[in-house]
């Protein structure tokens, strides 16, 4: 097959969560399991590290590789869901998987795929820990791609385990309240292994503490630890922010070269993660903390947060798409000066929608999109329940047509912001 065969084939043959929601997640980590065995286990021959979390759990896995990839190490990173291309979710010192290379895996692995009948995540990961084995890396940083206990990635037993903050987010398979939640999160705790948490939340902290102490694991509050402050407020369209860190790190003139202001909430985390990578002999000198966090984009090719596309008008997109992602999210426009906001907006047909408009600006103008996946909410139907919620727009249904339309009708001094689905930003143009 070509690589349009085999990623064709990928997409129809193995259940997609992103694409077709609930019916692509396969509970359990038998499959994964069966695949890695057949493939020699090539898990067990990787240093991990495993990061979960509701919100800022891809954020902080390309804080860490970058920061690793500073430090002089080969530093593998699997994340989900792709934004254009499916090479993205496999990289090596963020150089993406070879096209080649999948279509070699598919082609020989094909029949065990047709016997086991995996999901399409299930055989992502055993493709990750495949490729990271056979390039011979220092270290995987692994995301997690829902969940955590029931999460394909969860056959590892990494060097440290991160999990970044509680929020809702897939309550149909992981739960309706926080403390359930949390307790698919705390799946990733494994027996003597240290766990990071970025955020002190106290109804979700017992959950972790009980898991630790069970699991005999280390087990730290990273913000506890280390206090970051901005040093002063950034330019409507900068793309990077300045830091100063104080606790068990002092780090003055810190450089974050991702500009959101939810991004701070992870770097507590992240320099948590360092210190205990150093315990256990790492060496990471404090000049490839500052280059890591700095140059991120640069050093794993990670975007579509807080992602700035355009100036006047000001263009921003965000991937953020659950309660707590936009409320950051709208925060920070309510900050942004303009005579109008625009707002391209989309969503998928199995989140809590009504929530997030709730949360919206009534003033903003706004144009309903749909991406072009089966999850995607229709447009006409956003719309309806964008009026009962008190927002006024109109429909124009594929992304960039909302698109246009948006960067069309706004001034000079007007901001426009695409979001509210991954999947709506993974279709803008120019990103």
């Not at 860490?64 to 254009?84: C, D, E, F, I, M």
């Not at 903050?165 to 403390?179: A, E, K, R, V, Y």
């Not at 906001?341 to 047909?349: C, E, M, R, S």
């Amino acid at each position: 097959m070509t690589y349009a065969e085999t990623l064709a084939y990928l997409y129809n043959q193995l259940p997609m969560f992103q694409k077709v929601g609930a019916a692509g997640f396969k509970k359990g980590l038998g499959n994964t399991e069966a695949l890695v065995a057949a493939m020699g286990n090539p898990e067990r021959q990787l240093r991990t590290i495993h990061v979960a979390g509701t919100n800022g759990k891809g954020s902080s896995s390309n804080l860490l590789a970058a920061v690793l990839q500073a430090a002089g190490y080969k530093v593998g990173l699997y994340t989900s869901p792709h934004l254009r291309e499916f090479t993205e979710r496999i990289r090596v010192n963020g150089r993406e998987l070879e096209p080649d290379y999948l279509v070699q895996f598919v082609a020989e692995w094909r029949p065990l795929f047709e016997q086991i009948q995996p999901s399409f995540f299930e055989m992502c990961v055993a493709l990750a820990f495949r490729y990271f084995a056979g390039q011979q890396v220092d270290v995987a940083v692994i995301e997690v791609g829902l969940g955590g206990r029931l999460d394909s990635t969860n056959i590892i037993t990494p060097l440290v385990s991160l999990i970044t903050n509680i929020s809702f987010d897939h309550q149909n398979l992981l739960g309706d309240t926080l403390p359930l939640i949390a307790g698919e999160k705390a799946g990733i705790i494994k027996p003597g292994v240290p766990v990071v948490i970025s955020q002190t939340q106290s109804e979700v902290a017992p959950v972790f503490e009980q898991k630790a102490r069970a699991e005999l694991a280390p087990l730290t509050f990273a913000d506890q630890h280390y206090h970051v402050a901005q040093l002063a407020e950034p330019a409507p369209d900068a793309e990077a922010q300045l830091l100063e860190v104080s606790g068990a790190i002092e780090l003055a003139d810190l450089e974050l070269g991702l500009a959101g202001d939810y991004q701070r909430r992870n770097v507590p985390g992240v320099l948590a993660v360092v210190d205990e990578l150093r315990r256990q002999g790492f060496e990471i000198p404090e000049a490839a903390v500052r280059e890591g966090l700095r140059d991120v984009r640069r050093l794993t090719g990670f975007r579509g947060r807080w992602t700035i596309l355009g100036r006047c008008p000001l263009v921003i997109c965000d991937t953020g798409h659950n309660e707590a992602g936009i409320r950051f999210v709208t925060a920070q426009l309510a900050r942004l000066p303009y005579q109008t906001l625009h707002i391209v907006l989309g969503a998928v047909n199995d989140k809590d929608v009504t929530k997030m408009l709730r949360l919206l600006p009534a003033e903003a103008r706004y144009y309903f999109c749909q991406a072009a996946i089966p999850r995607a909410l229709p447009a006409p139907e956003l719309a309806e329940l964008a009026v009962a919620a008190g927002l006024k727009g109109e429909v124009y249904g594929p992304v960039m047509a909302a698109v246009r339309a948006a960067r069309s009708a706004a001034g000079p001094d007007d901001v426009v912001f695409i979001g509210g689905s991954t999947f709506v930003v993974a279709e803008v143009e120019g990103l």
